[in-house]
């Protein structure tokens, strides 16, 4: 069975920086490597927003433009891992962070962004 387990939610003042992690299980690294893998986030009373894609196998990485510049997303094929490094966070970056793959999704990781 197919599993993504987000971690590295945290408090962070503006202008902090965080670093996400999304680890995937049930599927071999070839098949994941294949896969574009997907960060949204979710405020409460509102839908989810694409944040930031990666398709390795294609050298494909796309971000929301709210977050170029500040976001980076990378994968550890090897690990199957797929990373979030967030910098210059902003109040607007709070929500909930979730991982996202095929027609998987991760159970999400808390992000707060304050003083």
């Known amino acids: 069975q197919i599993q993504l387990v987000e971690s590295g939610g945290d408090v962070v003042q503006p202008g902090g920086s965080l670093r996400l992690s999304c680890a995937v299980s049930g599927m071999t690294s070839d098949t994941f490597r294949i896969n574009s893998v997907s960060w949204y986030r979710q405020v409460s009373g509102k839908d989810r927003e694409l944040v930031a894609e990666i398709l390795t196998s294609a050298g494909f990485q796309d971000y929301a433009d709210s977050v170029k510049g500040r976001f980076t997303i990378y994968r550890d094929s090897g690990q199957k891992t797929v990373y979030l490094q967030m910098n210059s966070l902003k109040s607007e970056d709070t929500g909930v962070y979730f991982c996202?793959?095929?027609?998987?999704w991760g159970q999400g990781t808390q992000v707060t962004v304050s003083i």
């Open positions: 996202h793959l095929g027609k998987y």
